[in-house]
């Protein structure tokens, strides 16, 4: 498939988190109060900015020196969007995962979460990296680890890997039917992708380009 999908399942999937309560943002006339839609179950503005603060509390425990804290914030601007992507995208797999039957146990996590550890030299160094990697709090480890997990399998009943054009047209179908509706605020989803995209704005390049005119 594009290679551009292939990436996403590399970068993507590693910051799946699990989906939480489902939300209400200001902005969607169509859904008052919601960051998103999918499903039709609500991901407010307020549980999406609690996911943010974890990430941020996390982030400020790990880098105590208000200097370095400010540079990491500034490599994580879009933390907001990135998160509603991860949000969404949490749900979107799940769905999948239940049409294709696939199913995932503690036990199985555990295993998982077991050997990454070990990897890592141990719980902390797995929850460092983890966070810095993949922006996902220490709370947040397991669910994660668990999606991790539906998505192998999922691929694995589809007969491919997550890099493969069976596993993103799985998901493509399970975006199409929760119908993901985005707060305009937040960009859009792009069922062929399973992505969000922010909105063009060709207005400001036009701007731009006009200034740049006068100025010549």
């Known amino acids: 498939m594009h290679s551009r999908r292939r990436r996403t399942a590399l970068l993507l999937l590693p910051a799946i988190v699990a ?9 969607n006339e169509a859904h008052p109060g919601a ?17 943010v603060d974890e990430v941020r509390a996390a982030q400020r425990a790990a880098v105590p020196d208000d200097a ?6 500034a490599r994580t601007g879009t933390l907001a969007r990135d998160t509603l992507h991860g949000m969404v995208l949490d749900q979107v797999l799940h769905r999948a995962a239940e049409d294709a039957g696939v199913t995932v146990s503690r036990k199985e996590v555990q295993t998982m979460r077991a050997g990454l550890e070990q990897q890592a030299g141990g719980a902390k160094g797995l929850e460092t990296t983890w966070l810095q990697q993949y922006g996902i709090p220490p709370q947040r480890l397991d ?15 589809l007969g491919a ?12 179908k399970a975006s199409k039917d929760l119908g993901v509706d985005l707060n305009p605020r937040y960009g859009s989803w ?3 992708k399973v992505s969000r995209v922010d909105a063009k704005t060709p207005w400001v390049r036009d701007v731009t380009a006009a200034g740049a005119r006068q100025t010549t």
């Open 35 to 51: 960051a998103a839609v999918v499903g039709g179950q609500r991901i407010t503005v307020s549980q999406l900015e609690e996911r």
């Open 68 to 73: 370095q804290y400010a540079q990491v914030v």
């Open 161 to 172: 890997d997550t890099s493969q054009p069976a596993f993103w047209k799985a998901l493509s």
């Open 143 to 157: 669910d994660n680890l668990l999606l991790q997990l539906e998505a192998q399998k999922l691929a694995a009943r």
């Open 19 to 27: 989906a939480g309560p489902l939300l209400t943002a200001c902005g």
């Open 190 to 192: 792009d069922v062929q």
